[in-house]
């Protein structure tokens, strides 16, 4: 079974930029596509960014236009590139297949301030 290590959150003002990572074990997760996920406080997971194996991408329409997702097959990494950031996007943000058939992972908490 994949396993998903997510990384790069933080603390960041808003208007800033954050860089987040998901490393997974295994050759098999190129053939998924992948999605980036978030969890406010209260609230239920959404999916946020998704990229097909072909490269497709698609956004949900809260972060469309300041989110970026991609993946480098080579290294079992898919990225989430985060700007223009607003207080409502913090969040647990997790990764996994879309639809999440795969193992959670714990997540990488981004916190943003006004």
């Known amino acids: 079974q994949v396993q998903l290590v997510e990384s790069g959150g933080g603390l960041v003002q808003a208007g800033g930029s954050l860089r987040l990572s998901c490393a997974a074990s295994?050759?098999?997760?190129?053939?998924?596509?992948m999605g980036w996920y978030r969890q406010a406080p209260g609230k239920q997971r959404e999916l946020v960014a998704t990229?097909?194996?072909?490269?497709?991408?698609k956004y949900a329409d809260s972060v469309k236009g300041r989110f970026t997702i991609s993946r480098d097959n080579a290294l079992n990494t898919v990225y989430l590139q985060m700007n223009s950031l607003k207080p409502e996007d913090t969040a647990v943000y997790y990764c996994?297949?879309?639809?999440?058939?795969?193992?959670w992972g714990k997540g990488t908490l981004v916190t943003v301030s006004s």
């Open positions: 990229i097909t194996s072909a490269l497709f991408t």
């Open positions: 996994n297949a879309d639809p999440g058939v795969l193992n």
């Open positions: 295994g050759s098999i997760f190129r053939i998924y596509s």
